[in-house]
């Protein structure tokens, strides 16, 4: 008989886990707590970590990328205290191979191989997913675990076996809370803020794929330019006083985080591209740090696990390395979980740990904490910026002679 797991989430540490275990030849069951699949999303990045696992998940033909074409003097401009643009060190310049993309567009892969995927010519089992539904309680047994499940919709409560349950739901994660401990035992506040979403149309004067940073300490403002879509704002800010992320209006603590910086006309673009935003992210920031991974028969990935923080920029490498690395374990080690678990935090902890300590060194970049640390990151990603263009610019011209010549 396979074995079942209840993954909780479908985000995507939850996909991921899902299409890692039903490579291992288990039986997945996804629960999310939504009443239907999240699409869209802020800009995100694909380290090549992330790439590989994508491959490894079988998911890498369907990931859609964005990157803009890189032309001289570069995508990235960075604009200073009097409005003046210089060109600036981008993200995308880093010569380790970084895929741009939105969050949807990892899920929306991850999806295609959740429902139903064709895969060496034969046809992967779609696996089921039930939304609005969030797990109540769960009680491990000698043979497995058993779980108190709520269908939002109806009220309904059900207790349902399985022999695995991963919890895939994030940095506030209940699966954690339920069997872990609460969040404060993990959750260590960064005093930091974030506001992410993507804009209608790209800040005047600029080329539709160009990013821009607008940086000021303890505040910061960066628009990140893709290929075929409109760019995308994300805005952070360093504060002693975290608000309750559900109390008073998202967009005016916002506005009054960026007051004083509104003569910019970036950021007054930004601001009233806030205003007239579908939807945003807007969130306090954390980093989830836990001695274990796994108690019994429960296992936490991506998020929920290992949170690293938006400054770090692998959360989605990170859950889909997570995913693809739980099922090769559970592979390895098809006759024994507690092995196969072993090996899967074994394996990946020295990974996370690494990416967790960069966090404080990344957050310098993304958002300084003095007017010190601002120059002197500037006067350092300068410096990095000459010699990264200088390759990149030769680059460009002998793959433009070559072009010309093929013609």
């Not at 869209?40 to 590989?52: A, D, H, L, R, S």
């Not at 075929?228 to 005016?252: K, M, N, Q, V």
Request: net charge neutral; aromatic share 8%.
């Amino acid at each position: 008989m396979q074995k079942r797991a209840l993954v909780v989430g479908l985000g995507i540490a939850g996909m991921s886990a899902a299409i890692g275990l039903r490579r291992a030849g288990w039986t997945p069951v996804i629960v999310e707590r939504a009443a239907e699949r999240r699409t869209g999303g802020y800009y995100i990045f694909m380290f090549p970590e992330g790439v590989q696992a994508a491959a490894d998940l079988g998911i890498a033909d369907h990931l859609h990328t964005r990157n803009p074409e890189w032309r001289p003097g570069g995508n990235s401009w960075s604009v200073d205290r009097r409005g003046r643009r210089k060109p600036a060190l981008g993200l995308l310049d880093a010569p380790s191979g970084l895929a741009a993309v939105l969050r949807g567009d990892i899920e929306a892969a991850l999806w295609q191989s959740i429902t139903g995927d064709v895969v060496d010519g034969g046809t992967e089992d779609a696996v089921e997913v039930r939304f609005a539904t969030t797990p109540v309680e769960i009680t491990e047994g000698t043979g497995g675990v058993q779980v108190l499940l709520e269908d939002a919709g109806t009220g309904k409560q059900y207790r349902e076996d399985f022999d695995l349950v991963v919890g895939a739901d994030g940095m506030r994660s209940s699966v954690r809370r339920m069997v872990f401990g609460p969040d404060e035992d993990y959750m260590a506040n960064w005093k930091a803020m974030i506001c992410a979403f993507q804009l209608k149309e790209q800040v005047p004067s600029y080329e539709a794929s160009d990013s821009i940073i607008v940086s000021r300490p303890k505040r910061a403002m960066w628009v990140f330019g893709l290929a075929d879509h409109a760019p995308c704002a994300w805005l952070t800010y360093r504060t002693e006083d975290i608000p309750d992320r559900f109390a008073g209006s998202s967009i005016e603590q916002v506005r009054a985080a960026f007051s004083g910086m509104d003569d910019d006309p970036v950021v007054r673009h930004v601001l009233a591209s806030l205003d007239e935003a579908p939807d945003h992210v807007f969130d306090s920031i954390h980093q989830v740090k836990m001695p274990r991974w796994r108690t019994g028969r429960v296992v936490l990935v991506g998020d929920a696990a290992w949170c690293m923080n938006t400054y770090s920029a692998m959360g989605s490498s990170s859950s889909l390395r997570g995913g693809a690395a739980l099922g090769a374990a559970l592979q390895e080690h098809p006759d024994d979980l507690a092995a196969a678990l072993d090996a899967y935090e074994t394996g990946l902890r020295p990974y996370i740990t690494r990416q967790q300590r960069s966090a404080r060194v990344k957050q310098q970049r993304f958002v300084p904490s003095s007017r010190p640390v601002q120059v002197l990151c500037s006067v350092v990603l300068e410096l990095i910026r000459k010699v990264v263009h200088r390759r990149l610019t030769a680059e460009y011209t002998a793959s433009s002679a070559l072009s010309g010549a093929a013609r």
